[in-house]
């Protein structure tokens, strides 16, 4: 096991939280040396994370504990679009109402984890990457930001080949959900100085967009650390269950359901 400087980096080694990460050396120094911003993107497609989101929830809560400012980014804008990774088909597409109750039941949810009080240390921060991503102008961005991504490379990515070799449609608006994503890295680290972006193993490739583009852009080093998903014993992703998905927020799942879930689940 390897010996980490930084206490953040320490602990989740210790829980096996970490599955891949970029520049591991230069990452430790920093995070031994300063405080740093990093986040965890969640597009709002309901009014409740779940049980799969619970490994990435923890990597954001021991960052604060560690000294450092979690930033959850809400993706009011990316959700309008939907994330293809390794979906079979596309995203129902919602309405901006829609996407704007949902985050703010999920705030509720993260309230349970992050300290959000903005306090002499600052707290954790909720930000929405509608802000940016609505007032773009599509030829501006066209021309800023997609110039600087190859459409060879984008086929490559695992999350697309599989659509594509069993001939399931991706849409347009989709194979542009990488190129948003990795944006977000770029505004906020421009916005909050934000180093870091962290997920599950199955975001990898669109993290490493982002730090491409924030290269090619002139951001300072940024960094990549992802963490493996959850899965039941039969190696599925751990989330939902026979009768739905498996709920954080107590009013779409009641606790009795939450603590049966956990007993019926087989040891991985």
């Given at each position: 096991?390897?010996?980490?400087?930084?206490?953040?980096?320490?602990?989740?080694?210790?829980?096996?939280?970490?599955?891949q990460?970029?520049?591991?050396?230069?990452?430790?120094?920093?995070?031994?040396?300063?405080?740093?911003?990093?986040?965890?993107?969640?597009?709002p497609?309901?009014s409740?994370?779940?049980?799969?989101?619970?490994?990435?929830?923890?990597?954001?809560?021991?960052?604060?504990?560690?000294?450092?400012?979690?930033?959850?980014?809400?993706?009011?804008?990316?959700?309008?679009?939907?994330?293809?990774?390794?979906?079979?088909?596309?995203?129902?597409?919602?309405?901006?109402?829609?996407?704007?109750?949902?985050?703010?039941?999920?705030?509720?949810?993260?309230?349970?984890?992050?300290?959000?009080?903005?306090?002499?240390?600052?707290?954790?921060?909720?930000?929405n990457?509608?802000?940016?991503?609505?007032?773009?102008?599509?030829?501006?961005?066209l021309?800023?930001?997609?110039?600087?991504?190859?459409?060879?490379?984008?086929?490559?990515?695992?999350?697309?080949?599989?659509?594509?070799?069993?001939e399931?449609?991706?849409?347009?608006?989709?194979?542009?959900?990488?190129?948003?994503?990795?944006?977000?890295?770029?505004?906020?680290?421009?916005?909050?100085?934000?180093?870091l972006?962290?997920?599950?193993?199955?975001?990898?490739?669109?993290?490493?967009?982002?730090?491409?583009?924030?290269?090619?852009?002139?951001?300072?080093?940024?960094?990549?650390?992802?963490?493996?998903?959850?899965?039941?014993?039969?190696?599925?992703?751990?989330?939902?269950?026979?009768?739905?998905?498996?709920?954080?927020?107590?009013?779409?799942?009641?606790?009795?359901?939450?603590?049966?879930?956990?007993?019926?689940?087989?040891?991985a």
């Amino acid at each position: 096991m390897t010996k980490f400087k930084s206490d953040f980096l320490r602990i989740l080694s210790e829980r096996g939280f970490i599955h891949q990460m970029s520049d591991e050396t230069g990452l430790d120094d920093l995070l031994a040396k300063e405080s740093v911003t990093a986040y965890i993107g969640y597009d709002p497609t309901a009014s409740s994370l779940h049980v799969g989101h619970l490994m990435q929830i923890m990597m954001l809560r021991w960052f604060q504990q560690t000294g450092h400012q979690p930033i959850s980014l809400m993706g009011g804008g990316t959700g309008m679009v939907g994330d293809p990774s390794f979906k079979e088909e596309a995203r129902k597409l919602m309405t901006i109402d829609t996407i704007e109750e949902n985050i703010a039941s999920i705030k509720r949810c993260f309230s349970h984890y992050l300290d959000y009080d903005q306090g002499p240390k600052g707290g954790a921060l909720m930000i929405n990457n509608a802000e940016w991503l609505r007032p773009l102008n599509y030829l501006e961005f066209l021309r800023d930001v997609g110039r600087h991504f190859s459409v060879n490379r984008m086929l490559s990515f695992d999350s697309v080949k599989t659509r594509l070799d069993r001939e399931q449609s991706l849409s347009f608006l989709e194979f542009n959900y990488m190129i948003l994503q990795a944006y977000d890295f770029v505004e906020l680290n421009q916005r909050y100085g934000c180093r870091l972006q962290m997920g599950g193993s199955d975001q990898w490739g669109n993290i490493i967009n982002g730090i491409d583009l924030g290269h090619r852009m002139g951001t300072p080093q940024l960094y990549a650390l992802t963490a493996p998903l959850l899965t039941t014993s039969s190696g599925a992703k751990m989330g939902k269950s026979a009768s739905g998905a498996v709920w954080l927020n107590a009013d779409l799942l009641p606790v009795y359901d939450f603590w049966q879930y956990w007993r019926n689940t087989e040891d991985a």
